[in-house]
């Protein structure tokens, strides 16, 4: 007889483990099924072990700087295992934490590899030792992976995908970055910072092409002058791998095509969701290019199946499916949640410049029919941007010019993936124009710059 539960998970990433906490502390008996670490590729081998590496990056490029802040750093440099060993121990410290977590919410873990074998049945094979089990309801909560190249499999060893540039055995000295989404500016930047050459090619017209067009426009010229080369519009032909690094041919925007020499190469060219092999076709499970269709509270068409994560559409952000996790378990719980909308979720880059962006673009709200006001204040005119030795970047935001409604807020400078957030609580509360001029921010801070972005619209900035 399989062992019974309320509720399983499928995938133990942000949003699976998140469910299934929920769900805990909801009442239900819950199980979890999870085939290699708990916390998914977010905590285990994305969104924090990166962001290690990214401080590393950032402390190496201020004691390179030094300089301009008076002080003195003679004979920097860096120990590369050592930079690696930080930030694996970052995150086996927070799977430690999950682990923590599943315990004292007294969720079952079941290791191994998990399968769906019928309605409400999951069957986990782990070294050849199958265990049953089974609940009314199974979310799915597998994630995802990195794309390939179909000429060029990543090798590990000159051709990277993420995981592979996390633990690199040897430094870049010339990159090849391919794709220029999140994923592919952040270890740009982490490995300019670092010292090595980098390249950027990007097929579509523009770096971080979901970003507001001026974001974009602007992180081009930051990134160039930083010394990486970037070619837009443009296309990796060919790579070959050999011991002594990789051999590029890149089809430019005029057509031209040229070839290159690099050391190493990261492929950022987006992922493939994890939905095959887990029994899915057998029940009929509706998807599109093998991304599950759910509805606002994470229903397949299957009864009683949910699907969450990247495993779905987009965006594919761990706090996206987190979020999804608790209005999934909530609606299974029998409350009332609101359905799941994408449009408040804050999309951040932690590169330097940082980027992050809430709502519409001004260019999608002109698209979607709104008359809009748009308001900027750059970084120069803020005093704790001055003082920091940040005053590069801006802030913009986007309102309805009728009804004031905050339609989007996109930032490009230091700390704007902590400052975003308040733009995020605007949207969720439907904050007009009017709330936020009359909102007292704190000074000296990055954050007055929010505000002077909003009476910028208005006509009414008053440091610039």
């Not at 050592?82 to 430690?96: E, H, P, T």
């Not at 990261?266 to 599109?288: D, H, M, R, Y």
């Amino acid at each position: 007889m399989p062992d019974t539960y309320d509720l399983i998970v499928l995938g133990s990433g942000p949003g699976g483990y998140v469910a299934a906490i929920r769900a805990s502390q909801l009442g239900m008996k819950v199980a979890i099924v999870e085939r290699e670490k708990l916390g998914g590729i977010c905590l285990n081998w994305g969104c924090i072990p990166t962001k290690a590496l990214l401080r590393t990056s950032e402390i190496n490029h201020y004691l390179t700087h030094a300089s301009a802040y008076g002080l003195s750093a003679e004979k920097t440099g860096f120990d590369l295992a050592k930079i690696v060993d930080r930030s694996r121990k970052v995150a086996g410290q927070l799977n430690m934490g999950v682990k923590g977590l599943m315990k004292k919410n007294k969720i079952a873990v079941v290791d191994g590899d998990g399968k769906i074998t019928g309605k409400g049945k999951l069957s986990v094979v782990k070294d050849g030792k199958t265990t049953e089990v089974a609940a009314k309801h199974i979310i799915i909560a597998t994630g995802a992976r990195a794309r390939d190249l179909p000429f060029a499999k990543a090798d590990g060893d000159k051709i990277w995908t993420y995981r592979h540039a996390m633990v690199p055995k040897e430094m870049p000295t010339k990159l090849l970055v391919i794709g220029s989404g999140a994923i592919g500016v952040e270890f740009a930047s982490f490995y300019s910072d670092m010292g090595a050459e980098v390249t950027i090619v990007e097929m579509l017209d523009r770096i971080l092409p979901v970003e507001d067009e001026e974001v974009s426009a602007f992180m081009l010229k930051a990134l160039t002058k930083q010394g990486m080369k970037i070619h837009v519009g443009a296309g990796v032909e060919k790579l070959e791998a050999s011991k002594a690094g990789v051999k590029a041919s890149i089809k430019g925007q005029d057509g031209k095509v040229v070839q290159d020499d690099f050391s190493h190469a990261i492929v950022a060219i987006g992922i493939v969701p994890n939905s095959e092999n887990i029994g899915l076709e057998a029940l009929g499970v509706k998807t599109e290019r093998g991304h599950i269709v759910v509805d606002g509270y994470a229903r397949t068409n299957v009864e009683g199946l949910y699907a969450i994560g990247d495993v779905t559409g987009p965006p594919w952000l761990a706090h996206k499916a987190s979020h999804e996790g608790v209005v999934c378990v909530e609606a299974i719980a029998g409350n009332k949640p609101h359905p799941f909308e994408t449009g408040n979720i804050p999309g951040c880059t932690y590169s330097r410049p940082q980027v992050a962006s809430v709502g519409l673009t001004e260019a999608k709200a002109k698209e979607a029919g709104h008359k809009v006001k748009v308001g900027k204040f750059p970084f120069i005119g803020n005093g704790k941007a001055i003082a920091l030795g940040e005053a590069e970047g801006f802030i913009k935001t986007v309102f309805d010019e009728t009804s004031g409604e905050l339609l989007g807020a996109h930032m490009v400078g230091a700390e704007v993936t902590e400052l975003i957030q308040g733009y995020a609580i605007a949207r969720q509360l439907e904050t007009t124009e009017e709330d936020l001029m009359h909102t007292v921010f704190p000074h000296p801070t990055l954050s007055e710059m929010m505000h002077e972005s909003v009476l910028d619209a208005y006509g009414r900035a008053l440091h610039y």
